[in-house]
């Protein structure tokens, strides 16, 4: 992928088809987690393979628990090296929360209590694994629906972490919205406090609001207004371009609604890029 | 670890909570966050099971099938990082805790086998064949195998029967599961064990159909030669239809 513009969209299986021979979808590059790819073979296999001739790859992990207490899985990490390096995958990001516990993996993406300890143990994972893919890995802030035990706030915590392991951001400004709301924070001052020079990659999604008090991080939904409002003003306050994600998981509309979700982001992308040769 | 032992006791309870639904009060938490964890945890494991297991779904009651996946969640540590390997340990799980035996259902264990085999097979890393031709002498050259199969033994015949109904028909069964080259189609077939016996021979030796032959009549003289010769000779032409067999083999014997 070059400096451009890059928005791409998460390759499913739902939609696999859509992605190889249908013309109603345009992305610039495609994500995919490596778990449910890696060691497959088959229908599936000829399906990645062939989407990987055609799209940009990015890895976004589900079970890396960088959070974890045990260390990390190298058994796992010995075969995601050779897959990153087979699809020439530049960027590979995991979630800032832990799956895994005392040798039992959850499949579900917990969160790290927000404490000075925590913040100790995660850096020193993330620099393990960077140290053994011999890359950044970007890592994202996740959404959460109670925090457990918190020391110091979010964005404190994200922050420190980041910038103490020396990795890249994924920045997913629809896990902010939904956060914001949840815990009740300024979601833009949230923005202002993120180390903003390390993101590497912003994720944008749609989520479903279960009550007055709740909302839940589906990616089984169309983003909405406030969301296109915030990552606004998130690339209102960098000044360079990194790919955007969006986020779909299931619920699939037709494919030019995606399209026009996608064509929604490339606009918000090319006001913010004009407007900064302008002030340039 | 550079976890503070409070820090890893929260996370250990957290944890807890998630796969049992027992209070296991998680310091500052609040009580809705955790329901919602332990929702979005059961229903994503649910999905995969419930995906993976269909038949099985059927067959047993939604209290024997809720009950069976309530104590796979609390007691079985998930190994995989994969989920859609998942299955796998839910049916290792339900056979170790002896669940066939608890619901009286004897052939729960072959039957869920048999749905997991079709996701095995169906997504099994590629085998590729050593280089082959589509014309031989089936008794004299050496026969390609197609490498994406799995063969095993059943006590019940879930694959030939309604899962009730092979309760009839306990024996010993022989069940081929392979994925078509191309289209990727899995495919089951009942096989005897005298082409058990044969497939196994020219799977993993380096022999001839003719070979194997004179090897399975030192073992049972019983069945004259030219019969076994002709036996065998069919079970080969329809390994070769159904995409089983590939082909013979260029590489030729010394």
Known sequence: MNNDINIGLGFRREIADEFLTGTSIKPDFIEVAPENWMDMGGYWHAKFREATEKYPLILHGLSLSIGSPEEPDWAFLKKLKPFLNEFNVEIYSEHLSFAKLDNAHLYDLLPIPFKQDSIKHVVKRIKQVQDFLEMRIAIENVSYYTPVDAEVTEDVFVKQIVEQADCNLLLDVNNVYVNSFNHKYDAEKFIDRMPLDKVRYIHMAGHHKISDELIIDTHGEAIIHPVYELFDYTLSKMDRNVPILLERDFNFPEMEELQKEMKNLRNICIKNQEQDVILS | ?254
């Open chain 2, 1 to 254: 670890m550079l976890y503070s032992a409070k820090t890893y006791d929260s996370q250990q309870r957290l944890s807890r909570w998630v796969r049992t639904g027992e209070n296991a009060d998680v310091p500052g938490t609040t009580a809705e966050g955790l329901k919602q964890y332990r929702r979005l945890f059961r229903n994503n494991i649910n999905n995969t099971l419930t995906q993976a297991y269909p038949i099985s779904l059927e067959v047993l009651s939604n209290e024997q099938w809720n009950k069976m996946v309530d104590g796979f969640y609390a007691n079985h540590d998930a190994q995989t990082p994969h989920v859609w390997k998942l299955p796998f340990e839910f049916y290792q799980f339900a056979r170790e805790s002896d669940y066939a035996q608890k619901y009286g259902f004897p052939f729960l264990n072959d039957l869920l086998y048999f749905e997991w085999l079709e996701i095995d097979v169906y997504t099994m890393p590629n085998k590729y064949p050593e280089p082959f031709k589509e014309n031989g002498d089936a008794m004299n050259d050496l026969i390609e195998v197609n490498r994406e199969y799995s063969l095993e033994r059943l006590e019940y015949p879930v694959h030939l029967y309604a899962a009730k109904e092979s309760l009839n028909h306990k024996g010993n069964y022989f069940l081929l599961t392979y994925r078509t080259p191309k289209d990727f189609e899995v495919k089951f077939l009942d096989m005897p064990p005298l082409h058990v016996l044969f497939f196994e021979k020219i799977s993993n030796e380096r022999l001839t159909a003719s070979q194997i032959i004179d090897q399975l009549l030192v073992q049972n003289n019983e069945i004259p030669k030219e019969q076994l010769a002709q036996n065998i000779l069919g079970f080969i032409q329809t390994m070769m239809e159904e995409k089983v067999f590939l082909g013979f083999s260029e590489n030729y014997l010394n």
